[in-house]
């Protein structure tokens, strides 16, 4: 691999750790900025640091996303970084995925991917990244039920890890960049929600060694709109797994989800990259 440039200033990589979990065993590295602006700045750089080296080492590189206002506002910060930043990805050799979506119609503004799309638009980000490039998680138009879309997420992260040929039964997360909050999908998802039901594994034509409930949907049928999410021991696959929260109790959300993480990553609900779990924040609290 060919030695990158430096970080910029204030973006030096931390919290590596090759057991895949930070020093302490129980705690994400933290960052603090002291506006939102600031924050999603840095965010940016670091993220294109990793997918650079990333597409250094071996010719590709891969995104994972959640919603939430600070992660629509960072994808934002990184589509305007394409024509700010002197190091970017190639940007038609990355993979973006999403590790939470609702089942509303495709174009529905409360839909993650729509969001994502409509805070890149006037950068142009997405129109960079082919459309077979863009793993989005089935809508209601596609789908007759949740569990119909889930099973096909599950069905083409299968067809990736195949054509990634890193005998993984997953493709490869470079980053999973997560909001987190009390009041945001992923963090009731990730707390054990009782409303998450496992897909039947049985039900896809093609089961493979796939983990338990790798995608779950969480909500009932009577609610206007289910959420389809990876599962932690998907997402815990990321190489980095990066959280964002703007307020002390979004930091608080996000250091219990790390603090049920094992150096083994087998106990309970807890999450952590593989190289680095970072929390991002403007709380200083």
């Known amino acids: 691999m060919k030695a990158l440039p430096e970080h910029p200033e204030g973006v030096q990589p931390e919290g590596v750790h090759p057991e895949g979990v930070n020093a302490e065993g129980v705690q994400p590295d933290v960052v603090r900025e002291q506006t939102t602006a600031l924050l999603v700045e840095h965010v940016a750089a ?30 934002q910060a990184l589509a305007a970084s394409t024509r700010t930043a002197e190091f970017v990805p190639d940007w038609s050799c990355v993979d973006l995925w999403w590790c939470e979506e609702y089942f509303l119609p495709q174009e529905h503004p409360q839909r993650n991917a729509q969001r994502a799309a409509a805070a890149s638009e006037n950068f142009m980000l997405l129109s960079q990244v082919p459309p077979e490039n863009v793993h989005v998680i089935g809508d209601s138009d596609q789908f007759f039920t949740a569990e119909d879309a889930a099973a096909d997420y599950l069905a083409e992260l299968k067809a990736a890890a195949d054509a990634d040929g890193n005998g993984s039964e997953f493709p490869i997360f470079d980053i999973a960049l997560l909001g987190v909050g009390a009041h945001q999908p992923v963090a009731a998802q990730m707390s054990g929600s009782t409303g998450a039901q496992a897909l039947d594994l049985d039900r896809l034509p093609e089961p493979g060694r796939m983990h338990e409930a790798t995608v779950v949907v969480c909500g009932s049928h009577q609610e206007p709109s289910p959420l389809i999410a ?17 307020d002390a109790q979004e930091v608080a959300a996000a250091q219990q989800l790390v603090r049920n993480t094992t150096a083994g990553g087998s106990q309970g609900l807890g999450v952590s990259g593989q190289f680095s779990t970072v929390l991002f924040t403007t709380s200083e609290d």
């Open 46 to 75: 670091r993220v294109n640091q990793v997918l650079v080296e990333a597409q250094e080492d071996r010719g590709r590189a891969s995104l994972a996303l959640t919603g939430g206002p600070l992660v629509i506002t960072a994808i």
């Open 230 to 246: 990876m599962t932690l021991p998907l997402i815990s696959t990321s190489h980095h797994l990066w959280m964002l929260a703007s």
